[in-house]
């Protein structure tokens, strides 16, 4: 089962319910055989932007090309798109092979070569042996296997994954992850996947798009969003972030509003605006002292590590994640910490 993914171009799409903008110079381009997420908090126009390049709902403005061809006025069924959706949605009547038989029933494929297309998408989610169940015989995780078996098994060029995991539990969601992943390297088909799981965007994606309020912020590989986020919203929603102010640069120091005055080059930065830094980079000692001291007011064990907030002179805050080794205790509330920063560590954000 392979199909060349096609290149979709969304430009300036605008969609309004009633007087509600939900897409507004929506603009975004996916190469072939990229999988592209769109991630955005609930309401900013995710499944919106689906539904317009699917054809459940027409656009106000703006134009949708797959390979370079307006797609607008072509009814959804010629789109050649294939769907997953957060709620299975597979049909209760239908036993599992004909649930995923269905979409080349409906494009009158010959029944005999349905069945073994059939079989064939199937036994590629690995549930070949569960053909003749109902749905209501499969578990959460099964029943979304199906699902993404029955959207690919017509081969289509495109496919949209609209919060597919949302329903899971977080193991099997990590699963699940790895296993989609891995059916779109063998199917080579574009994707794009919707969630507003930051972490799940970092993991899927060839590129990430970060959506807020019907426009696109900021586009890139995971790393590019994650290293360099260009705004307060992106660096606030994509990881954890410190974001702090600058107050003043002078030749070979530099001030960060509340934490005091750091060594190293601040050229990059502009007094009066915004920076980030990831916790990992603010580094952290206890038993002794340093230029900049702070007492830790919360900390959070995961494990590998443990994040501390830190609460310096003035009560700025700042968060730093420390990794541990075995049997390294996590430090008692209160504890007098200096905490330093690499000032080229920080990134210049725009607003
Ligand atoms: N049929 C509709 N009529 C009116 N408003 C709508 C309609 N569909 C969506 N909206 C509004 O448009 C905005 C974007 O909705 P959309 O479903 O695209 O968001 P989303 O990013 O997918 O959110 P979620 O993560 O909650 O699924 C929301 O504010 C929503 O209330
Ligand atoms: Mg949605």
Do not use: W
Not at 35 to 45: H, I, P, V
Not at 239 to 265: A, P
Request: charged content about 25%; some cysteine; aromatic content about 8%.
């Amino acid at each position: 089962m392979t199909s060349a993914g096609a290149t979709i171009d969304f430009k300036n799409v605008r969609k309004t319910y009633g007087k509600f903008v939900a897409l507004e110079d929506f603009s975004m381009r996916v190469e072939g055989g990229e999988f592209m997420t769109l991630l955005g908090a609930s309401g900013s126009g995710k499944t919106t932007a689906l539904n317009s390049l699917a054809g459940f709902v027409d656009i106000d403005g703006g134009e949708i090309l797959i390979d370079g061809v307006p797609i607008t006025k072509l009814p959804t069924e010629k789109r050649d798109i294939g769907m997953v959706f957060q709620n299975y949605s597979l049909f209760p009547h239908r036993s599992v092979i004909r649930n995923i038989s269905f979409p080349l029933e409906m494009r009158g494929v010959a029944r005999d070569e349905a069945r073994r297309r059939s079989f064939k998408a199937l036994e590629m989610v690995r549930l070949d042996s569960l053909a003749n169940r109902m749905p209501h015989e499969l578990s959460g995780g099964q029943k979304q296997r199906v699902a993404f078996a029955r959207a690919v098994v017509f081969e289509p060029r495109v496919l949209l994954m609209d919060e597919p995991l949302g329903a899971l539990d977080l193991k099997l969601r990590e699963t699940l992850q790895l296993e989609i992943k891995e059916y779109q390297r063998q199917i080579g088909c574009t994707v794009i996947y919707v969630t507003h799981d930051q972490s799940e965007a970092l993991t899927l994606s060839d590129r990430m798009a970060v959506m807020d309020k019907g426009r696109v912020l900021q586009i890139g590989t995971p790393e590019q969003l994650y290293d360099r986020p260009q705004s307060r919203f992106v660096a606030g929603f994509v990881g954890s972030n410190n974001i702090l102010k600058v107050q003043s640069v002078e030749e070979g120091f530099m001030t960060l509003e509340g934490l005091g005055r750091f060594k190293g080059d601040g050229r990059h930065l502009i007094p009066g605006g915004f920076v980030s830094i990831r916790p990992e980079l603010i580094t952290i000692r206890h038993g002794g002292s340093g230029a900049h001291m702070a007492h830790l007011s919360e900390a959070v064990f995961f494990g590998n590590s443990v994040r501390y907030i830190l609460r310096a002179a003035d009560s700025k805050e700042i968060s730093a994640i420390e990794h541990r080794r075995p049997g390294q205790d996590v430090l008692p509330l209160g504890t007098a910490v200096a905490f330093d920063l690499d000032t080229s560590d920080l990134v210049p954000l725009l607003d």
